[in-house]
């Protein structure tokens, strides 16, 4: 148990040290830094973003517009936080004043940045830049996002409450006038579904890996 966490540790830290090379390098002027960083973090932010908003072409463009907003803000970037953790904040900040400006109510409780590295369904998918992998997560947000959306009207309305606006169930309950346990029920439903709906992508993706 000991050594898998200090092995854990020891990549987390080669992790940030490699986030520490890339940011200086983008600071000296290589887009290409820039680009590294956007590769590696893209899925996780549109995830992140997902969980603010359900449509999942405007998580791209709000995703988009993080990275443009980060790599203006680079220059100013000190280092005091992670990357990621620093990358989390623009994204969240950026969902929301996407909501607002559209008069649409943001999240009550803001998703932290371990969460937010997993996609909804408690799918998470290995940081690989293959162009097989990353046509895999596209594939594996917009099932989730036109699942939410095919679903009936009160279990996609209960998954949305939960996992994009972060309410409670006690608050869902009174927002949905139905006992807590219902709320519970439409909830385990909705991820049943979205389950279901990643499986045979994931299942496909698990052959080819075993195949290569």
Not at 48 to 58: A, F
Not at 96 to 106: E, G, M, S, W
Request: some cysteine.
């Amino acid at each position: 148990m000991a050594e898998n966490k200090l092995a854990q540790d020891t990549a987390q830290g080669q992790d940030a040290s490699l986030d520490q090379d890339l940011v200086r390098r983008v600071q000296q002027g290589d887009s290409a830094a820039f680009d590294a960083l956007v590769r590696k973090y893209q899925h996780r932010i549109v995830g992140l973003i997902g969980r603010y908003i359900p449509d999942w072409s405007e998580c791209q463009d709000v995703a988009q517009e993080t990275f443009m907003r980060a790599y203006r803000a680079l220059p100013n970037f000190r280092g005091d936080a992670q990357f990621y953790t620093w990358l989390h904040r623009i994204a969240v900040n950026t969902a929301k004043n996407h909501l607002a400006a559209q008069n649409r109510r943001p999240p009550t409780d803001d998703v932290d940045a371990a969460d937010a590295e997993q996609f909804d369904g408690g799918i998470r998918l290995r940081d690989t830049d293959t162009p097989e992998h990353e046509l895999m997560r596209q594939e594996v947000e917009r099932a989730v996002m036109e699942t939410v959306q095919s679903l009936p009207g009160e279990l996609a309305t209960a998954i949305t409450l939960r996992e994009v606006e972060g309410l409670s169930y006690e608050e869902i309950a009174s927002r949905m006038d139905c006992p807590i346990g219902t709320v519970r029920s439409r909830i385990f439903r909705a991820r049943e579904a979205i389950d279901e709906r990643l499986r045979p992508l994931l299942d496909a993706t698990s052959v080819r890996e075993r195949t290569h």
